[in-house]
């Protein structure tokens, strides 16, 4: 299972889904382009000393991602799609997520293998990316038995 970002803009955000990343084995896919600069010193002014502790693989953009994507792409989306509670997550899965500002466009929306959205009270927009990220990796480590040991 890997986590995957699409355009991230907000580094410490990236870093924070960089530790979740570390400490529950899973890999991260950054595609580019991103909204900060990806340099020890940026890396270092956003808390991600777990960077060297995950599997990150960086893709110049989108059609390079796709070319290598291994298993489903699960998007996390607050515009429609199944409920997390009633998705089936596989132990290949990869679950995107879109840019803090923008999400993702409709035809990275499209070619998802599996729409997921993680149900609000009425009236609130959305998560912050990173607590997203936890939520939907728990749920799937979960159905799929693979948390680590």
């Known amino acids: 299972m890997r986590i995957a970002l699409y355009q991230p803009d907000i580094a410490g955000n990236v870093g924070t889904i960089l530790r979740l990343a570390a400490c529950l084995g899973v890999g991260v896919d950054l595609i580019e382009p991103m909204g900060f600069a ?35 792409i699960v998007l996390l989306t ?50 912050n990316v990173a607590v997203a990220a936890g939520i939907a990796l728990g749920e799937a480590l979960r159905q799929t038995g693979s948390w680590p040991a």
């Open 38 to 72: 990806w340099s020890d010193r940026a890396l270092a002014r956003a808390g991600m000393d777990y960077v060297d502790a995950v599997d990150v693989v960086r893709h110049v953009d989108w059609a390079a991602f796709e070319a290598q994507v291994p298993g489903r």
């Open 78 to 127: 607050t515009r429609g799609g199944a409920r997390i509670d009633e998705a089936a997550f596989l132990a290949d899965d990869v679950l995107l997520l879109g840019s803090e500002s923008a999400g993702v466009p409709a035809d990275v929306h499209a070619r998802a293998d599996l729409a997921v959205r993680i149900p609000l009270v009425s009236g609130r927009r959305s998560l």
